[in-house]
């Protein structure tokens, strides 16, 4: 009975899927992406829209960097499936919804989602309930990652391939582990099969961020130490880079928010624009 009172999404999963709905509510279209099945899993009732850290002006920046790092990563994973890679990983999956809202591609790939096991076993009665349910090509993979547990050896217990090419991403993670849990990931990962891919979000430190990306940034950094979840690791591009082909990789790109923004703001004429602090490094075995 315990157990069940502490199943509850993360604190930070569930602002993310809050603001991925908000976006849809009061942008304007072509919606960046479109995503509220987050809101009814957490079923929050209507006074979520008062929350604070929901205002649609004060917020607006960061669910732009939400939507736009969902965007990037999906746009990945199709392409790839495209290209015959039937494996998806996502580390520390949260409420993403890739498996519910695109099954046209989820269901020719197996999809592993990571996550703590109280959070996870919150949503697996959350989608059983909404009358989704857990296919039998998506595999949710609890790991208890503070009781020293091994998301490879879970991976591999719920019929992962590492023969098989895979896409495996790691967003809003790397800035909680330390660097050297970010090259024992880059490590695993580049030891996976030829064609298998990495797209992995990460944070510049405070002093090489544009100006006008830095007082957001230090109100998310105060957020997450008061939340007791605090920032651990930042990374110069250069440095993440080189920690990436050091572990093996044949390939590794950074990827800076301008592309994000080119790709997916330009056209827009609703004001709404990208200023994230996360980057992404795409790295290729």
């Known amino acids: 009975m315990e157990g069940k009172l502490n199943l509850a999404p993360e604190s930070t999963a569930e602002r993310t899927a809050l603001w991925r709905a908000l976006h849809v509510e009061v942008d304007a279209a072509p919606h960046i992406f479109e995503d509220t099945l987050g809101l009814r899993l957490l079923a929050p009732g209507a006074e979520w829209r008062r929350r604070p850290d929901m205002d649609p002006d004060f917020t607006k920046t ?3 960097s939400m939507v736009a790092r969902a965007r990037f990563v999906e746009d990945l994973v199709i392409e790839q499936a495209a290209r015959g890679v039937a494996q ?3 580390l520390g999956a949260g409420l993403d919804t890739f498996a519910q809202r695109r099954t046209d591609i989820a269901s020719r790939m197996r999809v592993f989602e990571v996550d703590q096991p109280a959070p996870q076993e919150w949503k ?3 989608l059983a ?3 989704y349910g857990v296919p039998e090509w998506l595999r949710l993979v609890p790991v208890d990652f503070e009781g020293g547990g091994s998301a490879w050896q879970s991976l591999s217990a719920a019929g992962f391939d590492t023969k098989q090419p895979a896409v495996v991403a790691s967003t809003g993670v790397s800035m909680y582990l330390t660097k050297d849990a970010t090259m024992a990931t880059f490590r695993q990962v580049a030891a996976l099969a030829p064609g ?9 430190p405070l002093d090489l961020m544009p100006a006008d990306v830095r007082p957001g940034l230090e109100q998310a950094i105060k957020g997450a130490r008061a939340s007791g979840t605090p920032f ?3 990374f110069e591009s250069d440095e ?5 082909r050091n572990a093996g990789f044949r390939e590794v790109q950074h990827v800076p928010p301008g592309v994000l923004a080119n790709r997916y703001f330009a056209a827009r004429e609703d004001g709404l624009r990208l200023l994230s602090a996360e980057e992404f490094l795409i790295a290729t075995i």
């Open 62 to 64: 960061f669910r732009a």
């Open 129 to 131: 309930a909404l009358g």
């Open 88 to 90: 998806y990983v996502i």
């Open 196 to 204: 298998s891919i990495l797209a992995m979000t990460f944070m510049l």
């Open 124 to 126: 697996r009665q959350r």
């Open 232 to 234: 651990i690791s930042f």
């Open 240 to 244: 993440i880079v080189m920690m990436a």
